[in-house]
């Protein structure tokens, strides 16, 4: 519904996309990889795996009673330091089958954290993913919309996942283990808002080290936590008995047990060390006293683990101890993997892997077929320590010798295609060189799949000489910035990145980087609607970028496809989009294809192509997804604008609620909101309720000025003449009108002012503008209030003629409000026109009365019967039901909605139609239907 201004697409930062195929296993086939659209994060399969039970294990009957009657709670919460037993414990119970409430595992998604994913988007990506292991296919719009470049707030998207996990008939159990390796409180907030609005038959189980930041006074008071401590956790004297002497193999006396659990108060991690320790005591080569050894050591927990690491790791083969150090720089281990970090070819990875989950040195296996395995947190950190420890002595010191390792895991990650894994060891090894080259991906920089955390975090921590040596550092880091919507820190950035490179060599990928540089620039414009700002940045970006460097260079057509319909070149305009949509399909750059589809729909809008331009815009919000992507708001809010124009009110009512909501929930989206308060304006008016009207506009002004959207200022202005001209302040009205310079509007003012003549002046010179320009809509509308303007002056014979002229232009794509909107002198035309059709305009004459029936006025000739009967094989009448709502743009799932069918019955209605009509798209149906008059 574009009065005055032409319509503004919405902005969404560019970004890439190429199709990505899951790497190699590495390790058998047990890391796995899914790639899922728009923007696609790698999921780790491993952290979606349950531990299987152990072999040997103290039963704990005591806590798993606890944690059954608990089950009818939302939240149950695993709170003790490490090394207490937690995830064993969990592990145990959901194991257990049957007995765990009536629930059987294939019930129980579990996701084990780490530092990554301190982000909402990556959490709750990994969170549908696990989810998605019990119940395919859930969420995965959720999915999407989570790895969107500018995705809805999460409450939003959590809302459509609560929605579907409210349809899930059956119970669901779901553990996030390790949470306090989260350290994001947007996490804790979402997470919050997520249990707020359980569905009753989901429970979460929460294991963490300390308490998480969540509202967990008020789960006690509402009777919705159940909690396990650590003083539920630790082992009582007869648990630690059937652990030392069962479990480990020990044969201690009832004094020894006693004294140990004292010393470790029941604490499993000292107790597993202990007996780790005494089984080397009490070995062939062992000669120590077990009592006396009991009480060798006390005080903290950190001081008992440095005490008793220290006695395991002595008791272990020197290979071994070797192995541990050197691979507790992993988070997750594999045969192989650990190979190439130890470089010796005289040990055997997965041997060793073995030997240790044997042993129970604190190995935690990460699948059934025990190929990747982690160490248990604790005793890696103590082992990172030991290293450290290790390498004081080395020549090349700690930093030298522990990085060498980092860099043999880098070359196995990348070699094995896990480019993520490959940049954060890269990265700890501080070879910024190759960090770098990792991190800018093969074709798809790591920003962009899934590794914002971090690059951005590395980058972070880079002195400036570092960024100084290598500029492209900066760019990236500015790429990060904006990739998260901070627009107010990017031109620092590339500011630096331009002085660090005033030495560098002119080369082909420095004039690449100056490319990129200007790329970013143009980008950050279109966010602000800075015309001449995008049309040089971009003109500047394409000359420098390589010809290779598709997804820049088509980001930069779409941009030039903007600007040019910013200053209403509109065939420029359609020339970039159509351009920009067809390349980035080609190369899968999916954000571009659908903001390019956006483009093309308001173009063909403006072509008066309404149908076409409904298509589109059903297509484009297809891709948005569910929860829809931000471009939604722009695509709802055209179809508001072509269903208002086909006088589908109620319809159009949706669309702009579905807009303004949309808007709502998006940040940096105060202009979306803007556009779809001043359509609902619009509408109000058309529904005589003036003051509602008014009171839109003056909230969308006050948005208008607050974030300096002068862009938007015409907009609202010219919905605010309507609203003065409604209240009869023609004075407030002239002058908005003339302070935004819009002639159609100061044409209305003319006209009620009994000015007539000055009106028609006003609307002759626009004509002809926008005639010169080619802009259609206009046309048409300066055409109709011509009409109006005519009839006022007593000019009926011009104004009959300039009418039939508008009802041949607006006819093929079924104009109503056009004419409506202008009231009484229109439809007294159009009533003296109907009585004087010969009787062969019948598709004219349909088309008339079509629009008397909208003013809600009767005349004395109706249109000529339907002519199906002409047709080879006549329609049915509910053929010619579905053909009448196709005629009113209505989406085939639409009018399964209106007409109670099912989809599938309203496309064989529609292939029905199109053959006995001899068409193949919906429009040629329709405009072959209006020749027959048959809507």
Known sequence: MKWETAVTPSKTAVKGKRKNQPPAAACGQDIEYSIILPMPTPILATKLFIPPPRPKIVLRPRLIEQLNERRHHKLTLISAPAGFGKTTLISEWVNLQDDVAGLNPAQVAWLSLDEGDSDPHRFFTYMVAALQTIVPGLGDGVMAALQSPQSPAIESILTVLLNELTAVATPILLILDDYHRIDASSVDDALAFFLDHLPPHIHIVITTREDPTLPLARYRVQGQLSELRATDLRFTRDEAAAFLNQVMGLALSAADIVALESRTEGWIAGLQLAAL?????????????????????????????????????????????????????????CGPLCEAVLHDPAVSGQETLAYLERANLFLVPLDNKRRWYRYHHLFADLLQQRLQQTFSASATGVAG??????????????????????????????????????????????????????????????????????????????????????????????????????????????????????????????????????????QRALAYLHPNNLPVRISIIWNMGYAAELQGDRAAAKRAYTEARSASQAIGHFIIHIMSSLGVGNIQEGENQLHLAAE??????????????????????????????????????????????????????????????????????????????????????????????TYRAAEVAAAQVLTWLRQDNLAAAAELAAEYDLPMSLARVCLAQGDPSQALAI?????????????????????????????????????????????????????????????????????????????????????????????????????????????????????????????????????????????????????????????????????????????
């Open 401 to 538: 010798e522990i990085a060498e390792l980092h860099l043999r895991a880098s070359f196995w990650y990348e070699e094995n295609d896990l480019e993520v894994e490959a940049f954060q060891h890269a990265a700890a090894a501080h070879d910024v060189e190759r960090a770098e080259r990792l991190m800018e991906g093969r074709g798809m920089p790591l920003l962009f799949r899934g590794a914002v955390a971090p690059v951005m975090n590395w980058l972070a921590s880079l002195p400036t000489a570092v960024l100084n040596a290598s500029p492209s550092l900066w760019v990236t880091y500015a790429s990060g910035y904006l990739f998260l919507g901070q627009i107010n820190g990017i031109e620092e950035k590339l500011q630096a990145a331009e002085a660090a490179m005033q030495n560098a060599e002119p080369d082909e990928k420095t004039r690449d980087l100056i490319g990129r540089i200007a790329s970013m620039r143009a980008t950050v414009a279109v966010a602000q609607n800075q015309v001449e700002t995008i049309q040089t940045q971009s």
């Open 277 to 333: 320790a005494l089984q080397g005591a009490n070995s062939p080569q062992g000669n120590r006293d077990t009592a006396g050894f009991i009480q060798s050591f006390s005080g903290s927990h950190r001081f008992v683990l440095d005490y008793l690491v220290e006695e395991v790791l002595h008791q272990q083969p020197e290979n071994v101890q070797t192995f541990l150090l050197r691979t507790s720089i992993l988070d997750r281990l």
């Open 763 to 935: 609307l002759a010179k626009w004509r002809q503008s926008v005639e010169a320009k080619g802009w259609a809509d206009e046309r048409l509308r300066a055409l109709v209030l011509q009409v109006v303007a005519y009839k006022a002056q007593g000019d009926g014979e011009t104004a009959v003629t300039l009418l039939a002229e508008a009802l041949t232009l607006a006819e093929p794509e079924g104009f109503v409000r056009l004419f409506v909107d202008e009231g009484p002198p229109i439809a007294d035309l159009l009533a003296a026109m109907a009585n004087e059709l010969p009787p062969q305009h019948t598709g004219s004459a349909a088309y008339i009365h079509h629009l008397l029936a909208a003013f809600g006025r009767q005349t004395d000739h109706q249109p000529a019967k339907s002519t199906s009967h002409l047709l080879p094989e006549p329609l049915s009448q509910r053929e010619l039901e579905v053909l009448q709502l196709i005629a009113h743009g209505l989406s085939n799932r639409e009018i399964s909605e209106q007409l109670f069918l099912a989809l599938n019955t309203v496309k064989g209605h529609n292939r029905r139609i199109f053959e006995k009509l001899a068409v193949q798209r919906r429009t040629e149906a329709v405009a072959r239907a209006r020749e027959l008059g048959l809507v």
């Open 616 to 709: 589109t815009y059903q297509n484009v919000l297809q891709l948005a997804g569910e929860p829809p992507l931000a471009v939604a708001c722009a695509a709802h809010l055209g179809l508001a604008r072509i269903q208002y124009e086909w006088n589908n009110l109620d319809a159009a009512h949706q669309h702009a609620q579905q807009s303004l909501q949309l808007a709502r929930q998006f940040h940096n989206s105060v202009d979306r909101t803007v556009s779809s308060e001043v359509f609902l304006a619009r509408l109000k008016l058309t529904q005589g309720d003036t003051a509602g009207a008014h009171a839109i506009l003056v909230r969308a002004s006050d948005a208008v000025r607050q974030h300096h959207y």
